[in-house]
């Protein structure tokens, strides 16, 4: 008969896995030879649609950059630099003329100041007065209406002291320069603190600053003019700003090219490509708010991920045009993600048919295996009910007789009475907290249970703990040690739920002492957290035992334990509390040596004032 069943399964496991596996591996098949046929097609169709969407993306990243660049020069002028990395040069318009940033503060000397200046270099250069030409710059000075020429001017008046050999206070004057951080510049472009710093070095003296000023200005993203990257190399010999040379000539040769870009925007490009890069430049239209801007943009900046851009200056004619908005400009993939596809090769469809056939085998095994485990988990729920039943069945027993005995009147005397009436009440709290237990338990199987934290003071838990047990343990004969430091540190915890995994435990260390009579409670703080732990002398647990335990329903399995009535939800219900109180649960046993529980939950890292409550916190599990 039981070879009959054998077979039976076998056939249904046919039925039910192999043959179904087998249609699909034959529709999967006929769909990937046809898949093969139009892999072509749709690998064409795709790269036309990524690259149509690359063009409308670049298009809307340089939009976007060039109306963030009108409205910062709206604000603060082309001079100032661009907070995105990808603007490499923005100036002003003029006409046919490029007005470089660097430009843009030169202005002509007037009034009293400029005859001053003009009398002191006079004196300077035609007629070698030092003293009166060092007069001269200073009344300059002092009439000097803005940066430039008060800068200018002491520039003279240094150059004038150090011919006349006061070289002590030339130095100081052109420390002062060195250290301008105005970034003002002359009518060529040059700031003066260049010229501060050639003197300097020339002379000798602060040699030191000079090299922390080259060393600032050679790493800064500032916009240098290029007399002042060159000044630079020959103060610096090892400064690395050859780029940035090479990007100031690109930057100048647009700007006498400046006619013919222009014209290509006017006819309608939106941006050029300009120089190896390339660059994409534009000319914004003239508004009233601000004069023609010309951008220039970085391609390797702007391009999206994995695509680079190319000029007409490319060797190479790889890659797609973008369009008339860019004209010249291609995009080409770095990475083969787009590169047509010619259908499966035959051994991936073997892998695939084995994969499946894998699968299909593997499905039956965890279909009899979650079969299995249902039932296994059904043979414990009934295991559960009896032994709920039994649990419920002792207190409701020993209830009912010393009840029907007082309603009988049979209690002897007032002392008698009271002993009943006190059994009956903690039959009763025993009654309540396996039921508690019960339902506990239900509200955690269906996600509802809830915790409200409030700080607590741990020893006291544990006291009422031990007042709830006080009678269960002297009627069973045992003792009970408690001890706990006379202060520690609160926690944040929900008291009840600490306090049920506390009687919990100790009802578990009843349970399973056997012939011991002396149960251990110990409250301590250790490494920042509070440690409740109970211990027992009873009949301990092996170490295959211990990964079992706080599964639901489970019970040792050996023939002591059989006789012990129990649900297994005790220590599944210390667990989950603990838990809840981001802490855990650790045991120490072994067979014969009685066990030991420990509840370790971590110390909040502020402790709140004595009398202080903080508002409750509610935790879902």
Known sequence: MRVTRHKRQILLFLVAIIAPAGVLIGLGGRLLYQDRELSVKRSADQRHAAIDQLRRELITRLAALRLEEINRQIRSGPAGNSDNPAVLFAATLKGDTVVMPWEAGAHEYRGEFAERFQEGETLELGKKDYSAAATAYRAAIS??????????????????????????????????????????????????????????????????????????????????????????????????????????????????????IRT??????????YGPEPWLVTVTPAQAASPRLVLAVSSNKIAP????????????????AVGDEIPGLRLAWSGNQLQERSGLPTGIWIAGLVLVLGMAVFGGYLLLRDVNRDLHVTEMRSQFVASVSHELKTPLTAIRMYAETLAMGRSRDENTRSEYLETIVNESERLARLVDNVLDFSK?????KIYRLRPARIEDVAGAAVRAMQFPLAQAGFRLNFRAPDEMPMIEADPDAIQQAILNLL??????????????????????AAVIQVKDRGLGLTPEEQKHIFDKFYRAPSHENRLIAGTGLGLTLVDHIT?????????????????????????????PSIGVVRDRKEVRA
Do not use: C
């Open 143 to 260: 009439l000097g209406r803005n940066t430039v020429e008060t800068m200018d001017a002491r520039l003279h008046l240094a150059r004038t002291l150090a011919s006349a050999g006061n070289s002590v206070e030339a130095n100081r004057l052109y420390l002062a320069l060195l250290k301008d951080t105005t970034g003002t510049r002359d009518a060529d472009g040059v700031g003066f603190r260049f010229y501060a710093a050639d003197q300097l070095l020339n002379s000798g003296a602060s040699t030191t600053e000079v090299k922390e000023l080259v060393g600032r200005e050679a790493t800064s993203q500032k916009r240098l003019s290029l007399r002042e990257l060159y000044m630079i190399r020959r103060l610096g010999p090892d400064a690395d700003i050859s780029a940035r040379i090479e990007e100031q000539e690109q930057w100048l040769a647009l700007s006498k090219d400046i006619v013919r």
């Open 507 to 528: 009802t578990n260390a009843m349970k399973y002492s056997g012939d011991a009579r002396e149960i251990d409670l110990t409250i301590a703080a250790q490494k920042g």
């Open 305 to 320: 991920p994995g695509v680079t851009l190319h000029g007409p200056r490319h060797d190479s004619a790889e890659g797609e």
């Open 579 to 607: 838990k809840a109180h981001h802490g855990r649960v650790e045991v120490e046993s072994a067979p014969g040596a009685g066990s030991t529980f420990s509840i370790i939950i971590p110390f909040p890292k502020e402790q």
């Open 264 to 273: 290509y925007i006017e006819a309608g490009a939106g941006w050029i490509p």
């Open 444 to 448: 955690i199987e269906q996600g509802k």
